[in-house]
């Protein structure tokens, strides 16, 4: 649909037209962005003139109307599903800060911005230009084939002739030393791994077979890069090496792990007999046999690159008016989504640009509301769906005192209302956590005329739950899961903007009865969790993928422990194991069974899901088929 799309469009460019200019006018930046960054095309309509520009903003005027704008930009395709850390949500970051600032929003971000910006650390990962290379013998050794950098190695370039150091240990307590009578400043030593057999008590290693004090000792003695050979080739006689995994520091050289027959021809090129028969001597005779490798000169490159991600919450802040312009209420949403999937946009229309949008219509509305006795914080979280990152980052290190927020407000999915379907009715949640919710709530609902399903918990997989557990008041408000969830497929067009603008005109009642309340709502503690799922919801848990937890084997690991996998089933099919432990699906972190319940009670048979097991301590992504569960009579 052509026309659609080009109106869309135009409201799009409008709308970032107004959020600029009136960040101009406040003197901020709407796209704040870290110095390297570059600056972001906005998307635009294919040059519309200005009458229609004109006519484009006249015809944004309902509230309906204008929330659903808000989303229309939120979950375009341009914004590439909004993946925290990517360029699309950026967009979306300054679209919502714009918004604030149009409203008349303070920047409530360190620095004077509207962004509060955090880490996402992600593992590092080796690059392309790590690379080892002889001179003199004919060899090219292959990356995590024949060679890789260990975690702790340092980053960087080196080169230099090969000495064979033994063990590469100095050990004075047992007058053993590896280094003794041998020159090794600028030149490349290759050692075994650990040390001689029997140097400490009981068989045990000492300190000295440690990886950090070998290199250190290397790096002491002048020399400028370590290889290290495994001193067995291991039971299975794989002679493996370790996999790259960055540590926080690094010992001071580049240092690599190498196989042993890599070592052995190296060793062959400068004239020396095989690893084997070295150590052999070395352990019967415990005698240094170090001694340059003739003729053999290695260089090399260390290179990782971090993946960590820069991620960023959006704030903007109404002052109170009142007496109690100190404490602070804060109405939020998730703003990220899960991005593209093998080539498809995860628009996130209703997860959650509809939470978004009701965030700036109240932004909006609470700005125009003329008292406000408490502060407002009005924000967007980043990093929702990896882990509620951007809320946790937000209670971790508050930009007001903790102790003068006194109610938090999260929106996440309200696009779907469906008053008469209990799937799709509103939720809201958190009603036990402050002592003076259930009241407001229910007086507020009936005079709103809409019905809800109450729960007391705000414990659940969304951001009020962050705030919750650091002892803070919570209400959630929800309107059900759908089959489009964490799909390609929830877009603008299946938004109920009318029934959102219920929901957020319900939450801005609340939410006044919380700025003007005399007393602020008392914490209290629900232990249970919420339940996000109803009964009355397609298929709730009919699904399959034919797994038995491991019901013993609960622990404080990451993940839901798998015990067994039936032959023939969907995760057998998959490639799934008994040892592997669940810790994702769909995006959606797995730790327990009521997880894995919430993450597939909408899904039916034959939908595929994408499963991310642990294995190992590595993470792998498998497409499970589900299969109807058997009726048990
Ligand atoms: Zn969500």
């Excluded at 007999?273 to 090399?300: C, F, H, M, W, Y």
């Excluded at 209990?422 to 005329?449: Q, Y």
């Excluded at 929901?503 to 232990?527: C, K, Q, S, T």
Aim: hydrophobic fraction near 40%.
């Amino acid at each position: 649909m052509i026309r659609h799309r080009c109106s869309i469009l135009s409201v799009l460019s409008v709308l970032l037209l107004v959020a600029a200019s009136a960040c101009a006018s406040h003197k901020v930046k709407l796209w704040s962005k870290p110095a390297n960054a570059q600056t972001h095309a906005v998307p635009v309509a294919p040059a519309p003139t200005t009458a229609s520009v004109i006519t484009a903003t006249m015809a944004v005027e309902t509230p309906a109307d204008r929330y659903l704008s808000h989303i229309a930009l939120l979950a375009h395709d341009e914004l590439e599903g909004r993946d925290t850390g990517s360029d699309g949500i950026d967009l979306a970051a300054g679209y919502v800060a714009g918004q604030f600032a149009a409203a008349g929003l303070r920047p409530g971000g360190p620095g004077g911005t509207y962004f509060q910006e955090f880490t996402i650390s992600r593992p590092a990962t080796l690059d392309d230009k790590t690379d080892l290379i002889i001179e003199g013998p004919s060899l090219e050794p292959i990356l995590k084939a024949d060679f890789i950098p260990f975690g702790f190695s340092a980053k960087g370039d080196f080169a230099g002739d090969v000495v064979f150091v033994g063990y590469g240990v100095t050990n004075t307590d047992v007058e053993y030393d590896d280094y003794a009578g041998i020159e090794v400043t600028g030149r490349v030593v290759l050692m075994l791994r650990r040390e001689p057999p029997g140097m400490g008590p009981y068989g045990n290693y000492t300190n000295h077979a440690r990886f950090d004090s070998k290199v250190r000792l290397a790096h002491d003695t002048g020399a400028v890069a370590v290889l290290i050979a495994n001193q067995d080739p291991g039971e299975d006689g794989i002679d493996g090496l370790m996999r790259f995994r960055v540590r926080d520091e690094d010992y001071g050289l580049p240092a690599l792990h190498v196989k042993r027959r890599l070592a052995d021809e190296l060793l062959a090129a400068g004239g020396l007999p095989s690893l084997d028969q070295l150590q052999r001597q070395i352990d019967k005779e415990r005698r240094n046999a170090s001694t340059p490798l003739s003729g053999v000169r290695v260089s090399g490159t260390v290179a990782y690159k971090s993946n960590d991600l820069l991620a960023r919450n959006v704030i903007g802040v109404l002052p109170g008016m009142g007496p109690r312009a100190g404490e602070y209420v804060v109405i939020g949403a998730h703003y990220d989504h899960v991005g593209v999937r093998r080539g498809r946009i995860y628009n996130g229309a209703d997860d959650n640009a509809s939470g978004t949008a009701g965030v700036i219509e109240l932004a909006r509305a609470l700005s125009r509301t003329p008292y406000r006795d408490r502060s407002v914080i009005c924000m967007t979280f980043s990093g929702e769906e990896i882990g509620l990152l951007g809320s946790q980052h937000f209670v971790d290190d508050p930009t007001v005192d903790h102790d003068s927020i006194t109610a938090m407000i999260n929106m996440d999915m309200i696009g779907r209302l469906t008053p008469d379907d209990e799937a799709n009715m509103l939720a809201i949640h958190g009603l036990g956590t402050g002592n003076s919710f259930k009241e407001i709530v229910d007086r507020r609902a009936k005079e709103a005329g809409l019905d809800y399903l109450p729960d007391d918990s705000a414990l659940g997989p969304s951001d009020h739950a962050s705030f919750y557990r650091v002892g803070i008041p919570a209400l959630f408000f929800h309107t059900g899961v759908h089959r489009d969830l964490h799909q390609p497929t929830d877009d603008t067009e299946k938004i109920n903007a009318q029934g959102a603008t219920r929901v957020v005109d319900l939450i801005y009642r609340i939410a006044m009865d919380l700025i003007n309340g005399e007393d602020a709502p008392v914490f209290a503690e629900v232990h249970h969790r919420a339940k996000l799922f109803r009964g009355a919801s397609p298929a709730a848990s009919g699904v399959v993928m034919g797994i038995v937890p491991d019901m013993e084997n609960e622990s404080d690991k990451p993940g839901w422990p798998i015990a067994q996998v039936f032959p023939g089933g969907g995760a057998a099919k998959a490639g799934m194991k008994a040892g592997d432990r669940i810790v994702r699906i769909e995006g959606h972190p797995i730790n327990d069974f009521a997880d894995y319940r919430e993450a597939t009670a909408h899904k039916t048979p034959d939908d595929v899901i994408e499963v991310t097991v642990l294995r190992e301590g590595k993470r792998i992504t498998l497409s499970v088929e589900l299969s109807a569960r058997r009726r048990q009579r």
